[in-house]
Each structure stands twice: as C-alpha cells, then as structure tokens.
C-alpha cells in the first residue's frame, strides 16, 4: 500500500472502522513509514483529547446577558403572533391607502375649479361625482 | 423495549407519557452533551433539546423500535440543529457585529472550569488544557457537516453505523467527513504547536 492510500485509511485505522486485511494492510505500512506514523499519531492524539472533551458534562446554567440571537429566538416561538401582527399590519395598510385615496378623490369632487371643467348642461351633483370618477380613474 | 413500546402505543395517552418521560430521562444527558457541543452554548443546547423532546413526543409513533431512541430522538436534535442554523446565518452575522467576543470566551471559560487533567507536574497540566482548549476551539470552527460528525464519533464516542443513522448519510460519508475533520484539527494544532505537539503531550 502506498502513503497516499494510507493517508485516507489513517482515520478510520484509528478507530478500528478498516476491513480487517485493509487494516492489516496499513499496520504494515505504519511500521515501516516514519511519515505516515507520525499522522497516524496525530490522529489518535486528536480521538484522545476529543474524548477528554467528551468527559465533560456542561452545566444546565445560562441566562447571561441578552444577544440578538436569543432575543430572536424567544420570538421565533411566538411565530404565530407575528403572523397575526404582520397581517393585521398589513390589513392597517390597506384601509389607510384606501382612506388616502378617498380623500384625495373627495377633495377633487368638492374642488370648485375642478367642477367648472364640465359644461353647465351637465353640472348636477350626481353626474359631476360619476364623471370626476371616470377622470380619476383615466376613463373620462 | 420493541414490545413494550408497542404495546404502550395501544395504552392510554397518560401511559405514552409515562414511557416517554423514561426515556427520556435515559438519555437526556447524552442528548445535552450532544447539543452542547454542536452549539458550544448551554442555553442553545437547552432550547434543542427541549424543542427535541418536544418534537419526538409529537412523533412518538414513527418511532421504529428496532433502533435505539437514543439515535432515534439525536437525530431529530440534529435536524432542528440545522434548521436553526440555516435561519440563523443571517441573524449570525447582525449578532457577530452586535456582540463582542466576550461571551464566547465565557461558555469557554465555563466549559474549561468543568475539565479535569491529570498528568506530572502544574506544567503538564497547564498544557494539556491548553491543548484541549485549542482541540475544542477548533472542532467550534469546523464546517456543520464535518463538527456533526466529530461531535458523534469522536466526542459521543458513536461508531461510524450509529453515527451514519444519526446524521441520515452512509458509512463512507461519516468516514470521509471525519477524516477531513481532523485533518483540518490536526492543522491547527501543527500551527500552534508544530510538531513537538506529541512530545509535549506525552
């Protein structure tokens, strides 16, 4: 077996993970490569510390300070509330475009320049309202 | 515990719980430790663990008995892992400007409290934490797919076939992605400590 081969054998050499003549076959390589010991060792030295790591129960602690995430966090577990919110936002919205809109086409109605733009024939409220309401919306 | 989980499934619902709650009283600490090393964050770690159970009592009856729940409920804890961090990338990015790095150096400081070396000597041991901070540090750094796997294999303790039912890939994937794993470790510490990393260690 060749160092290259080896190489991407050396980790699941160390955890036992090889076929066994696969696994025979790097051992033999391993005593007779310096190089491929040396990585070997590393690796091993690497599942040694990661077990100490492994040792360690955390502490059920926390609450410390406030973050951005946690904050976020906290409230992704009101998502519902945050649909309603967006949606009666969003229902707010409509009826204060709708509102604007109404005003400014009873300002146009009421607008005394405005109506002097239609001939005296015409110039009854009723038909003034439709026909300001087709200029407003380009059908006039 | 195949037959008794099927016949719990025909129980009552307060029998269900019951079930439930054992074991989840047998594994809780494992699936903390699980969560808080993939997180590096008590609090974090809490919150999946939490939204785990949750979720693995809403689905109690996809649970497959032949399986351990251990695997069975690590695997929904890493999948809401995931979610969380793909939603959160964005956020993650805000919170890195927000936040300085003192309360990453604290959930260091709080983990490093809790290890205990042995070896000859105060300098021995002074360098073996020194050692194992950077292990800890670095494996923190490491792209999602190859921490969840050295998390399972190496920290867990998990083989490669318990590891793959956990993460949902094959055998040879868990292989590769651990070796790149401490691959990439094994650079930082070369960077850190060169090559008397092992004389040192002893």
């Known amino acids: 077996m060749q160092c290259h081969e080896v190489s991407q054998k050396i980790s699941a050499f160390v955890d036992e993970e090889l076929p066994p003549w696969e696994y025979r076959e790097v051992a033999r390589h391993l005593e007779i490569c310096s190089r491929c010991r040396a990585e070997y060792r590393a690796f091993a030295l690497i599942k040694v510390v990661a077990r100490e790591i492994g040792k360690v129960t955390p502490k059920k602690i926390p609450e410390r300070g406030v973050s951005l995430e946690h904050v976020m966090r906290v409230l992704r577990f009101r998502k519902t509330l945050w649909v309603i919110a967006i949606l009666f936002g969003l229902l707010v919205g409509i009826f204060l475009i709708l509102g604007w809109q109404r005003s400014l086409l009873d300002e146009q109605i009421l607008n005394p320049n405005h109506l002097s733009a239609f001939s005296e024939d015409v110039l009854t409220r009723t038909q003034v309202r439709v026909e300001t309401l087709e200029l407003v919306t380009g059908e006039y | ?202």
């Open chain 2, 1 to 202: 515990m195949s037959g008794e989980h099927v016949a719990s499934v025909e129980r009552t619902l307060e029998e269900e719980r019951l079930w439930f709650e054992e074991r989840v009283r047998e594994c809780e600490t494992n699936l903390f430790r699980f969560a808080y090393y993939l997180t590096g964050n008590a609090e974090r770690a809490k919150d999946l663990v939490q939204e785990a159970f949750l979720r693995a009592f809403q689905y109690r009856h996809s649970f497959d008995s032949r399986y351990p729940f251990e695997s069975w409920i690590s695997a929904i804890l890493l999948n809401i892992y995931r979610q969380h961090e793909r939603r959160d990338r964005f956020l993650k990015f805000f919170s890195a400007l927000w936040q300085n790095k003192d309360s990453e150096e604290e959930n260091e400081e709080d983990f490093m409290e809790q290890l205990r070396c042995e070896g000859e000597g105060p300098e021995t041991i002074a360098l073996r934490r020194q050692v194992i901070r950077d292990v800890y540090k670095a494996i923190g750094d490491l792209p999602r797919k190859m921490k969840e796997v050295i998390v399972l294999c190496d920290i867990m303790g998990y083989s490669y076939e318990e590891a793959s039912e956990v993460i949902g890939c094959p055998i040879g994937t868990v292989r590769s992605r651990l070796h790149r794993a401490r691959r990439y470790v094994k650079k930082v510490l070369e960077a850190a400590y060169g090559d008397e990393l092992l004389r040192l260690w002893g």
